[in-house]
């Protein structure tokens, strides 16, 4: 099954964002021990039950929300794939780059169409563009667009011409999913499956779609089943009413496993490319006394990244002590510059002349993020700094986070680090300008202008 989560989250580098946790989150499938077969079988008779354990409430993209990409991804297709950095065709069948480096000419397939049978088209990707930079429409990829102009050229080729060298445009094409313009939340695919049956809050039932441009599914039809709590999802597995089940808790690992249960601890591309995701929290520099460089230090310093994986996440994870996944090409061990240290942090307050702060966070109750959030509470307690937690839905977060119209701290997760790193330091999240944590730096511009 494809996965791809558009989802590692970011931070500018110097002090303005923490990188709080793991490569390897959140994309956790428990395999059911005896409905599990390692062999790949191309039978499309075949069903597939899967549990989530956060609630799909739409079948738009828009907002973005944790629970629902895996779902996404079979759902709509994008007009490449990125794998190591290496941008392959799909909807679009290959593309020409202008030469002063400043265009990219995308050609699509001939025949494509969505599954109600409406073509695809050059149009239907500027308008998909375009829908991404709408700021209603809550895009967690909404500045990377704002120096993209998409004109359709041709039925099946468009030009996309940019106001400055776009080193990321190829993740950037890899995480739009091209939706039916004007139906985004309808359900028609572009993907691999299409949509039988959708129950908002309780159930989705996709079968394989016929009129899919690349190979068929090896399954025919998957039903996804929500459940409210972990505890009764685990039990489902273990009772074999479903096969597979996403993001398990962490709470329940240790008796799936002694069920015979197999844990598949990351996202895999139909490419043979493994994927993670990251858990980072932005600051809003802005805020006094977040504004004082030493006090998002000592934030920093204070966190136990290894304590969160090895208990919170029950192992499931890697401490995490860059922006840049470390099994990424692009990663340099140089770079890795997060540390544990109580005492430094709470010498940076003292200097700060901050003995007992308290800070309010915003985040979603999804995990990893409500399996963070109580552990950092614990980490920031031992220096006397309050945390008061502020929970969200996610529209109200993708509304704040890109803005950077939080208070002081809010949670994110991205899945982009290892795939082009490139993609964050053009996001809204990493931008030397204009970015969600109002934080400014000559050294650092200059680093990513480079």
Same mark, same amino acid.
């Given at each position: ?24 989150? %959140? ?23 899967? %549990? ?37 065709? $799909? ?11 400043? #265009? ?85 695919? #572009? ?39 972990? $505890? ?5 597995? !273990? ?37 993670? *995701? ?23 310093? $204070? ?13 499931? %994870?890697?401490? $995490? ?5 470390? !099994? ?49 509470? !614990?980490?920031?307690?031992? =220096?006397?700094?309050? *945390?008061?937690?502020?929970? =969200? ?16 701290? =809010?949670?994110?997760?991205? %899945? ?26 000559? !050294? ?7």
């Amino acid at each position: 099954m494809r996965s791809r989560l558009a989802q590692s989250r970011r931070r500018p580098c110097w002090q303005s964002c923490l990188v709080l946790a793991v490569a390897g989150l %959140g994309v956790t499938w428990t395999l059911s021990a005896c409905g599990s077969n390692d062999s790949k079988q191309s039978n499309h008779s075949t069903t597939i039950n899967i %549990g989530l354990t956060s609630a799909m409430s739409t079948l738009s993209p828009l907002p973005y929300g944790a629970s629902n990409f895996e779902v996404y991804d079979l759902l709509y297709s994008t007009p490449v794939t990125v794998a190591n950095g290496t941008p392959s065709p $799909a909807l679009a069948q290959s593309w020409t780059s202008g030469s002063d480096g400043l #265009s990219l000419t995308l050609h699509l397939r001939p025949g494509l169409t969505f599954s109600d049978g409406t073509p695809i088209t050059a149009s239907s990707v500027v308008w998909n563009i375009t829908w991404q930079e709408d700021p209603t429409n809550a895009s967690h990829s909404l500045f990377l667009w704002k120096d993209v102009t998409p004109t359709a050229v041709g039925p099946t080729t468009l030009k996309l011409t940019f106001t400055h060298s776009m080193p990321a445009i190829f993740g950037m094409l890899a995480a739009l999913p091209i939706v039916k313009p004007n139906s985004a939340a309808s359900g028609v695919s #572009s993907g691999p499956f299409m949509v039988a049956n959708f129950e908002p809050g309780t159930s989705l039932t996709v079968i394989a779609n016929p009129r899919y441009w690349g190979a068929p599914p090896d399954a025919g039809k998957l039903v996804f089943t929500n459940y409210t709590d972990s $505890a009764t999802a685990g039990l489902a597995l !273990q009772s074999r009413t479903i096969d597979l089940l996403l993001l398990p808790a962490p709470s329940e690992v240790k008796s799936l496993k002694a069920a015979g249960d197999k844990i598949l601890p990351a996202a895999t591309t139909s490419d043979g490319y493994t994927q993670s *995701l990251f858990l980072s929290l932005l600051v809003n520099t802005m805020t006094p006394p977040l504004n004082d460089v030493r006090v998002r230090q000592a934030l920093s310093l $204070a966190f136990d990244r290894t304590r969160f994986v090895s208990t919170a996440m029950a192992g499931l %994870g890697t401490p $995490a002590q860059s922006v840049i996944a470390s !099994q990424s090409g692009a990663y340099q061990p140089s770079s890795a510059t997060a540390s544990y240290d109580l005492a430094a942090a709470k010498s940076l307050l003292q200097q700060a002349g901050e003995s007992h702060l308290t800070l309010s966070i915003d985040t979603v109750s999804v995990l990893p993020q409500n399996a963070f959030i109580p552990v950092y509470q !614990q980490d920031l307690a031992q =220096i006397g700094v309050t *945390l008061k937690i502020n929970v =969200i839905d996610p529209l109200t977060w993708a509304t704040i986070a890109g803005p950077g119209t939080f208070p002081d701290l =809010i949670t994110q997760e991205n %899945g982009f680090s290892d795939t082009d790193p490139a993609i964050n330091f053009g996001n809204r999240d990493l931008t030397p300008t204009n970015n969600s944590q109002h934080f400014t730096s000559s !050294q650092y511009t200059a680093l990513i202008q480079a």
